[in-house]
């Protein structure tokens, strides 16, 4: 389109900054919730608590926590590192259950083979659990990276700068192209953010693969 | 009275699964349909409520064609029972059984004491009644699966496999009250099962069929193990033919032999033979005792309990196996009270067995 | 940050009239009630029979593919191509509702159609074989058997609607979310902070009455049942918080 041919550059700048909001979240939110999703696992007491605390968290609509977190965190409005903390706690309160249903899901035959083996605690978690865990993991990481390239695009509302600029500013100045261009952009990005996730999930996940289809 | 006449059903794909079908099921009996997988008795079963339709054939209901009546009115009149009860899980216990009796408008009051009657009807306990399915067992569940079925007092009861999906003791548990309802209530029952035991143990009248859909055999229990129609039949009811066919015929005036007894703290001498039979205060059989290895007076850990126990006016089987299990090789008899009667030995049950007559072959082919 | 909050809070004018307190809450509520009706209305026949005859799946799953467009894009893409065509101040209006009911039908649509589908089918073949009819099978069995995933579907849809709608101030639609936009345009950071701690203790209130209402209405025998049903694997040692809504089911974008 004619919008786009003319302003490549601008648009690659504002993908990349995209990409750094939404997908740095994405790998901490991760990181943060193996450990909260192995402890409400483990744990009767731990898991209400945690599911019902990353529950709330994931109600408070966005641009309101956008608004909420330079306050508390004692930021400028404008810096781009509230739009981080917002999505990593997005990101943990989705994937905190996520984790948690995905250990769940490891049959308990074979983590009963894998201790009457001698394997224990991180070792057994490491080498046996979370792999087992990853497609159940890989499906919630999928929709937390829909999610975060869709709503990082509303931080553009309080001036953080990213491809939803494209959609406010192509809609206060009225040019159709660059509005389009904005929406195309972002769903391209998820498709991207998705297809990334889906070829690492296989790669961690051989033996997936070679499943023998039902005589 | 249940009649299939030439009933087949077909599938678009080409599959017959059940193949001209001409059957008829008495009043007041119980008819078990009974073969392999894919044998078509399922599909038959199911016919008979039109949950599948036939492709061609009828089936009448005490010579009413089902197909004239409206499918939901034609169920309400018959009790139908599956495999994991498939109870509804958002309802009480006692909102399940009266299932029926809502639908045919009966008032709420008659309904609670209907659904109270089932409940202690198929042995269960009326704290049961606000219980939600997910918090009985799977015997429990079965037993409220058969009340639903009975709640409107239906006369044609359709059971397809009830008692599979429960454990041996469960079932065998089921199996006799079951025997025993229907010993009160009498109603022409259909069963599938894909256990032979299960169909020799409940059925007045048994239907094998073969893969494909087609009758291999009906007749009833006991001429079935004497006299199967062909290899197929023959095969699927198994072996231990004669053995299991014993259970049908009732023991005659078996011989019965006095035994040394003695009670639990009484320290007898070993006699000629070290074997002495332990009664209790009823003189009901606890137990053999081997007077060689007594230590000091009779306790109970003293006590051999491999033998199994005949009574009286029980069948040839029980007698047998009494006399083959007991460790004094003396099969212990009891009458109807439980109360010790005499011991028999195993060649005489086999003499009267000997001179036994065996059903006789039927000049007819069947059905 | 708390005392600009403080003192917006405790202004009397923040209070009064149109651009007031009350008023935005109303609206705000508003809202999100008739968005969530007109989807319900829409969603639910279609989940119901979709689940029930198993037919037309596809547009289950093509409604979750459409949770990749942003959505903040999405109100303004149709602000610009339908508000002109609008008189008045429903300009304003119209277009937001629009496309806040296209973002609460895919949760309540998927909710609906996997209730139903997780209905035991032994209990759906013994419903028939006692002699109900269709309809009679999908109403007394069926539904309330579906419930807990209808339930948490709706919910989702509530919140996802309520979120949006904060957002929909910057295409001019009222509501709390005036109170963010505004306050950011004006620079007056106390007025933006505490519409968005109004819109956040909305949100977990709503959230809570939704909770209780589920637990009201949904049959006590299903409880244990329908989360073990549900969620992929064994048994989650939830116990009695079977009903939190799960984010990942939810898939709220917003």
């Not at chain 2, 009448?60 to 018959?78: H, I, P, Y």
């Amino acid at each position: 389109m004619t919008w786009l041919s003319s302003h490549w550059s601008d648009v690659f700048s504002l993908a990349r900054d995209h990409v750094y909001l939404a997908g740095l979240p994405l790998v901490i939110g991760l990181l943060l919730a193996l450990p909260l999703g192995w402890a409400a696992n483990r744990s009767r007491t731990a898991y209400p608590v945690i599911i019902t605390t990353t529950g709330l968290l994931y109600t408070i609509p966005s641009l309101a926590m956008f608004v909420l977190l330079p306050g508390i965190l004692g930021l400028q409005i404008l810096d781009p590192r509230n739009v981080v903390v917002a999505m990593t706690i997005y990101t943990v309160a989705l994937l905190a259950r996520t984790v948690a249903d995905g250990l769940s899901s490891v049959p308990a035959e074979v983590l009963q083979a894998a201790t009457g083996m001698g394997l224990r605690g991180t070792r057994r978690f490491v080498t046996v659990e979370l792999p087992l865990a990853v497609p159940v993991i890989s499906a919630g990481l999928r929709v937390a990276a829909m999610s975060n390239v869709s709503i990082v695009s509303v931080a553009s509302l309080i001036g953080v700068s990213q491809l939803g600029d494209l959609l406010t500013d192509g809609f206060n100045r009225v040019i159709q192209g660059e509005l389009v261009t904005g929406i195309v952009a972002c769903m391209v990005l998820a498709l991207v953010f998705d297809t990334v996730i889906v070829v690492g999930t296989r790669l961690l996940t051989p033996w997936r693969s070679t499943q023998v289809a039902p005589a | 009275m249940i009649r299939f006449h030439g009933v087949t059903k077909t599938y678009a794909g080409g599959t017959t699964a059940v193949d001209d079908l001409t059957l008829t099921a008495p009043t007041g009996q119980i008819t078990v349909l009974v073969g392999p997988s894919g044998c078509g008795k399922t599909t038959s079963l199911r016919m008979v409520n039109r949950l599948i339709e036939p492709t061609s054939g009828t089936i009448t209901l005490d010579d009413r064609d089902t197909a004239s009546l409206k499918a939901s009115e034609l169920r309400r009149g018959m009790g139908y029972v599956i495999q994991h009860a498939g109870l509804f899980p958002h309802r009480t216990v006692l909102d399940n059984i009266g299932t029926v009796p809502r639908l045919l408008g009966w008032k709420r009051a008659a309904i609670r004491e209907r659904g109270m009657e089932l409940l202690e009807l198929v042995g269960l306990g009326p704290e049961l009644a606000g219980r939600y399915p997910a918090q009985l067992s799977g015997g429990q569940q079965q037993r409220v699966g058969v009340a639903r079925a009975l709640a409107a007092d239906p006369p044609v009861m359709l059971m397809d496999e009830p008692f599979s999906a429960v454990d041996p003791i469960v079932r065998e548990q089921l199996q006799d009250e079951f025997l025993r309802l229907q010993g009160e209530l009498g109603k022409t029952i259909l069963f599938v099962t894909h256990d032979i035991d299960e169909a020799i143990k409940l059925g007045d009248q048994v239907a094998v069929f073969r893969v494909g859909g087609r009758l291999a055999q009906v007749s009833d229990p006991a001429y079935l193990l004497a006299h199967p129609a062909d290899d197929f039949v023959a095969d699927f009811v198994g072996k231990d033919r004669g053995y299991r066919s014993l259970q049908f015929q009732a023991a005659p005036r078996l011989t019965l032999h006095p035994e040394r007894t003695a009670l639990l703290g009484e320290r007898p001498d070993s006699g000629r033979d070290p074997w002495v039979l332990v009664l209790d205060d009823a003189d009901a059989p606890l137990g053999w005792v081997d007077t060689t290895l007594l230590a000091g007076p009779i306790t109970r850990e003293d006590l051999h309990r491999g033998g199994t126990v005949a009574t009286v006016s029980g069948s040839l089987r029980a007698a047998l196996d009494a006399a083959l299990s007991s460790p004094s090789r003396r099969g212990v008899i009891v009458d109807d009270s439980g109360a010790f009667t005499g011991t028999v030995r195993a060649h005489e049950v086999l003499t009267i067995i000997e001179h036994t007559e065996r059903p006789p072959l039927e000049e007819e082919a069947v059905t | 940050m708390t005392s600009l909050v403080w003192a917006w809070l405790t202004r009397a004018a923040s209070w009064q009239g149109e651009g007031g307190i009350p008023h935005r809450l109303l609206q705000h509520v508003e809202y999100t009630l008739v968005v969530v009706l007109i989807a319900a209305l829409l969603a639910i026949p279609v989940g119901l029979f979709v689940g029930h005859t198993g037919r037309g799946r596809w547009l289950v799953s093509s409604a979750n593919i459409a949770r990749a467009v942003p959505t903040l894009g999405l109100l303004f893409a149709v602000t610009l191509w339908v508000g002109p065509h609008i008189r008045g101040n429903l300009a304003f209006v119209v277009p937001s509702v629009i496309v806040l009911v296209l973002l609460a039908m895919p949760p309540i649509l998927s909710g609906t159609y996997a209730g139903i589908e997780a209905v035991d089918p032994e209990a759906r073949d013994a419903a028939a074989g006692v002699g109900m009819t269709g309809g009679e099978v999908l109403r007394q069995v069926e539904i309330p058997n579906a419930l807990p995933l209808m339930l948490s579907g709706l919910r989702s849809a509530v919140l996802q609607v309520l979120a949006t709608a904060t957002i929909s101030a910057s295409v001019g639609m009222g509501g709390l979310g005036r109170f963010l936009i505004d306050g950011q345009q004006q620079g007056d950071y106390g007025q933006a902070a505490g519409g968005a701690l109004l819109v956040a203790l909305l949100a977990l209130v709503i959230d809570a009455l939704l909770a209780g209402l589920q637990r009201l209405v949904v049959s006590p025998g299903l409880t244990d049942r329908a989360s073990r049903r549900s969620r992929r694997g064994n048994d989650s040692p939830a116990g009695g918080k079977v009903h939190a809504a799960n984010p990942v089911d939810a898939a709220t974008t917003v």
